[in-house]
T-cell receptor, first 108, second 117 residues
């Protein structure tokens, strides 16, 4: 069983829809990243959080440490949000363990 | 300032060839990481440097993989006698981490896509 599980694996939405991507992990962590990866591109960190909730523009990330669960929400989705979204957890002061990613496609 | 850069961005090698992948971390970043990302998978940890010291190489898949960071800045990941299963995106990341006990945010480069024919 992977230490980091993401769902769904694939998600197709219409422009304007509210999107939620979930991440569950099985180890104790000191921080959790939500990352974005475009095809052929590198990885961009969207959020790093260890508790509560963070918001940046149309993106919101929440984490529940007790339940070992985090969610990434995108409000008013847009085709340019189409990418792979990856959850990664830091179980030590340096090592990241990644989920397999969620491929999001937003259609116009 | 500039982010993490990697070169080349794409590399095609014939099976059996040696390859060298370069990573330039963000200036002043102490820690440097290499990850391997197979197609359709999340990245997996390969190795970690703090300055020039390689503190963790537990993720290197075989002794054909070798990484170095001789002056504590630029790092090179070398793969000897490449095999088809080495085909992947190799990602480099750096962080400011100065030996603290807590996690420091990592900043990722664009990756090098290696294809072994």
């Amino acid at each position: 069983k992977n230490e980091v599980e993401q769902s769904p694996q694939n998600l197709t939405a219409q422009e304007g829809e509210f999107i939620t991507i979930n991440c569950s992990y099985s180890v104790g962590i000191s921080a959790l990243h939500w990352l974005q990866q475009h095809p052929g591109g590198g990885i961009v960190s969207l959020f790093m959080l260890s508790s509560g909730k963070k918001k940046h523009g149309r993106l919101i990330a929440t984490i529940n440490i007790q339940e070992k669960h985090s969610s990434l929400h995108i409000t008013a989705s847009h085709p340019r949000d189409s990418a792979v979204y990856i959850c990664a957890v830091a179980s030590s002061n340096y090592k990241l363990t990644f989920g397999k990613g969620t491929l999001l496609t937003v259609n116009p | 300032g500039a982010g993490v850069s990697q070169s080349p961005r794409y590399k095609v090698a014939k099976r059996g060839q040696d390859v060298a992948l370069r990573c330039d971390p963000i200036s002043g970043h102490v820690s440097l990481f290499w990850y391997q990302q197979a197609l359709g998978q999340g990245p997996e940890f390969l190795t970690y440097f703090q300055n020039e010291a390689q503190l963790d190489k537990s993720g290197l898949p075989s002794d054909r993989f070798f990484a170095e960071r001789p002056e504590g800045s630029v790092s090179t990941l070398k793969i000897q006698r490449t095999q088809q299963e080495d085909s992947a995106v190799y990602l480099c990341a750096s962080s400011l981490a100065r030996g603290t006990s807590s996690y420091n945010e990592q900043f990722f480069g664009p990756g090098t896509r290696l294809t072994v024919l």
